[in-house]
């Protein structure tokens, strides 16, 4: 039997969620909103189609996730598989970084950055634009399916999936280059893949942004479940100042007894505005994701009705206790500027300096040695003792380079790989390396007879680059002398 919301069953533990038809409002923080949406959406949208000259032998993608090619690319900077402690870190600074702002800002991240929010936000838009605001949204949800209701929702759907395949569609071209997989795809030569990832994301675009909206961050999100353990009474929150507003009562009956009644006129407004649907005025819920528009809707009302702004506020909960005793509340700043927050600021500029030593300094060649193990050793007719390595000499730059290989620690040792003859044997040898490649080479190191088994050192040097080396030690096999 179905229950009826109004007067839940009392043995039943499942409420049915209430659709929230938020009213359209105007102020500071929407405004706020309006542009952190455009830029998050635009940074999104248009990040694959930016441009970035590597030279002929690097994609021109300015953002790249490569895999056939196992790279990141990211403007400048070129990720190879053994670096990926720098995305690890970038991730680490990500989580941390979330931290940081929590601890200043309060939950500013749920309310104006996160992607959930960022696109019930536009969905919350297009109901708007198509179906009117709060109360034409309410009556339309009431009326019967007529021919005018069937039509304007499936115009309004249909946006949604546009919505919903644009947004899974850039995400894949961030792991091709933009133009040639955008005409691939629609020419439907793109591989199966990225039409399976585009109906996905487009269905869970569609799905989270679009219909689940705020049950995602109320009941799905762990996020503020763990922000709530990192605020405290001198974390900014939006509040909504009880000592000021109660008793409520309309502005008829507070206008009539104004001594008996406190600001708040009852009207609603906050409540209307709200994205979630909750009643800030109960206190502090997990519902709340801090976007602050029930400030704009208050601080109006109160202009309207002649009182002071700030019945419900961006205020710590310290502040509001000393607003009540009569004091002036402390500023701001101290609840952005507070040991907390810059603990996790030093742990969080502490690991992105680290990286970006690591980055200013790391070298763009590399060198591994295998010895092959058997046989360890061979003897040569003229006595002589060979061993046999494999190098793997690595060039992560976007061009060519020369590199020369050389033998440190090995008296009287010298070696030839498979590009040369035995007679060409020396020291050093010069290899080329293509651009944004590992090269294989056999090197086949001989020594004089006698000579004892010993560690030496195979040396990596980039021709075209100072100070540009890479060392690698191994062991020279040799029998043991009689
Ligand atoms: S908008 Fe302000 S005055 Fe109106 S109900 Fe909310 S808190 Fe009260
Ligand atoms: S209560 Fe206010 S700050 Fe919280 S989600 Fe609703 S409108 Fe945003």
Redesign the pocket.
């Known amino acids: 039997m179905a229950s009826n919301p109004a007067s839940p069953d009392p043995e039943s533990l499942y409420e049915a969620r209430r659709a929230v038809h ?1 009213k359209r409002i105007d102020g500071p ?1 929407r405004r706020f909103k309006w542009a952190v949406m455009i830029v998050t959406l635009a940074i999104y949208y248009i990040t694959p189609w930016l441009r970035w000259d590597r030279g002929e032998y690097a994609p021109d993608q300015a953002v790249l996730v490569d895999l056939a090619g196992r790279r990141f690319y990211m403007f400048d900077i070129e990720i190879w598989p053994h670096e990926f402690y720098f995305v690890a870190g970038l991730l680490i600074m990500a989580g941390i970084g979330l931290f940081v702002v929590t601890s200043a800002v309060g939950r500013a991240w749920c ?1 104006y950055a996160c992607p959930q929010t960022v696109w019930t936000d536009l969905f919350q838009h297009i109901d708007r634009f198509v179906d009117g605001d709060r109360n034409a949204r309410m009556r339309l949800d009431r009326a019967p399916w007529t021919w005018g209701k069937v039509t304007r929702r499936g115009f309004k759907w249909l946006i949604y999936l546009v919505i919903g395949f644009v947004t899974g569609g850039a995400w894949i071209l961030y792991f091709a280059d933009a133009p040639t997989l955008f005409a691939q795809f629609f020419a439907g030569e793109a591989a199966a893949v990225a039409y399976a990832t585009v109906g996905i994301l487009t269905l869970t675009t569609v799905t989270l942004g679009g219909f689940m909206r ?1 049950q995602v961050c109320v009941y799905m999100c762990p996020w503020p479940r763990i922000q709530s353990a990192m605020m405290d009474e001198h974390s900014l929150v ?1 509040t909504y100042k009880d000592w000021r507003g109660e008793p409520r009562g309309s502005l008829k009956k507070a206008k009539r007894e104004p001594d008996k009644f406190g600001d708040c006129i009852d009207c609603t407004e ?2 209307q ?8 005025r109960e206190g502090p ?1 997990i ?9 704009d ?1 208050c601080d109006r009302v109160m202009a309207d009705i002649g009182r002071p702004r700030g019945l ?1 506020d961006y205020a710590t909960l310290d502040d509001c206790e000393r607003e009540q005793r009569g004091e002036a509340p402390r500023s701001p700043w101290k609840a952005v500027f507070r040991p907390r927050t810059m603990i996790y600021f030093g742990i969080w500029a502490a690991i992105g300096i680290a990286l970006l030593f690591a980055l200013g300094t790391r070298t763009r060649t590399d060198l591994s040695v295998a010895a092959d193990r058997n046989p360890p050793f061979t003897i040569m007719s003229d006595g002589s003792v060979r061993n046999s390595y494999t190098l793997k000499l690595r060039n992560m730059e976007s061009r060519p380079r020369d590199m020369e290989v050389s033998l440190v620690g090995l008296d009287g040792g010298s070696f030839w790989t498979e590009m040369i003859d035995r007679s060409e044997a020396g020291e050093t040898q010069r290899v080329t390396v293509p651009a944004d490649e590992v090269r294989e080479v056999r090197a086949y190191v001989v020594v004089p007879q006698g000579t004892p088994e010993q560690q030496f050192a195979f040396q990596l040097t980039a021709l075209d680059s100072e100070g540009e080396t890479d060392l690698v030690e191994t062991q020279f096999n040799a029998p043991e002398a009689r």
């Open positions: 938020n923080f309310g705020e939006v906050c409540v505005v709200c994205p979630t649907g909750i009643d800030i819920q519902g709340c994701i801090t976007c602050a528009l029930c400030i809707a419900i």
